[in-house]
């Protein structure tokens, strides 16, 4: 029999586990992105451009599910690093475009091997986190 307070017990948290996988992740990622200078935020970005080459604040903050506050500080970062250049919008100057320098499109060669190094963290079989993607995708309410 369960007691009233079942509900509030961490094991039975769906949030918990996925907290705690998240920061799992996020520090195996750690020692393959130090080789790039990169945090893992940084490196969600760079993924993003590495596809698009350039892209406006607004789409990143979409497709990285962040907030402008947050993802100015990492873009500012970017730029420092010689990875990314920001400028105004020819078409509409209240718009911030996002873009590849030469040595950040370098930087996508480097990091050919993160993937591969973090599937050997992760202990599911590849049918394991085909499933697990999806399930996650669908809780973002994504149709990916």
Known sequence: MQDKYSNL???NQLCF????????????YKPFLDRL????????VMMVLWEEESVNEKYLCETLKL????LTPLLKKLKIKGYIKK?????DERNLVITLTEEGKNLKEKALSVPEC???EIPLTSEEA??????????LGDNE
């Open 17 to 28: 586990p996925i907290y705690a996988v998240s920061n799992l992740i996020t520090r195996k």
């Open 118 to 120: 973090m599937a050997k």
């Open 9 to 11: 017990r961490l094991k």
């Open 130 to 139: 085909d499933c697990l993607y999806k399930i996650l995708y669908k809780m």
């Open 37 to 44: 200078n990169l945090t893992y935020t940084q490196y969600i």
């Open 87 to 91: 400028e105004k919008d020819q078409s």
């Open 67 to 70: 907030k402008s506050n947050t």
